[in-house]
């Protein structure tokens, strides 16, 4: 099946610094989606994105479909974006979720 | 307007008993999927139904493990008999066939 890779596995940032994480895929998608599964376990969706770039806010991302790969950009951290972002894609309509990165965003 | 509704949001039980998780969809979604989270697999994809039917259950553990679709608002998740092992947070998701996904708040399952 579809393998998700997901980089790096934690990161450490000062409130307001930027951050990218990076989502690697092994085969074609139809879908990908980010979330953010905050410090009490909710998953938020954070952007459908299955090609080309969206913006909300702070967070931006973009998924180059043909090259198998997605970006999150998050712009002057809070303390709020702590927790476990997920990138999940899928071939078809079932999604497979790679191993999340960890944020921590420090006062 | 409501999201995915998931029911109860914390169970404890002992081992050997039964365990009913519940799950309400968005209204309009006719995929359901059930994910399980633990520390050391992650979030797993246990089942989806797509129109109340069962496509891929092929994540589901073991026979233990059963869920049910009955309408197109509610779904189940059985475990009988529970093990310790099951213990983890249960998710319900739904989607609609252009496929942006949608979570419950989790069932967390512990067994004693």
């Known amino acids: 099946g579809i393998q998700v890779e997901q980089s790096p596995p934690d990161l450490i940032l000062q409130e307001g610094a930027n951050s990218t994480l990076r989502c690697n895929f092994s085969?074609?998608?139809?879908?990908l989606q980010w979330f953010h599964q905050n410090p009490w376990g909710q998953l938020i969706n954070l952007f459908y994105?299955?090609?080309g770039t969206k913006q909300n806010g702070r967070l931006s991302a973009t998924t180059v479909a043909t090259e198998r790969y997605s970006l999150l950009y998050i712009s002057s951290s809070q303390t709020t974006d702590s927790g476990v972002y997920f990138c999940?894609?899928?071939?078809?309509?079932?999604?497979?979720f790679g191993p999340g990165t960890r944020l921590s965003v420090l006062p | 307007d409501a999201g995915v509704i998931q029911s109860p949001r914390h169970e404890v039980t002992e081992m050997g008993q039964e365990v009913t998780l519940r799950c309400k969809p968005i209204?309009?979604?006719?995929?359901l999927f059930w994910y399980r989270q633990t520390m050391m697999r992650g979030l797993e994809l246990l089942i989806y139904?797509?129109?109340?039917?069962?496509?891929?259950d092929s994540g589901m553990p073991e026979d233990r493990f059963s869920a049910k679709m009955p309408n197109a608002s509610f779904s189940t998740l059985k475990i009988q008999p529970s093990e310790p092992r099951d213990s983890a947070v249960y998710f319900c998701?739904?989607?609609?066939?252009?496929?942006?996904?949608?979570f419950g708040e989790g069932s967390r399952l512990t067994v004693l």
């Open positions: 998701a739904s989607s609609t066939a252009t496929g942006e996904l949608f």
């Open positions: 085969d074609s998608v139809n879908n």
């Open positions: 994105i299955p090609s």
């Open positions: 999940a894609v899928t071939p078809g309509q079932n999604f497979v």
């Open positions: 209204s309009g979604h006719d995929y």
């Open positions: 139904f797509n129109n109340n039917v069962p496509i891929d």
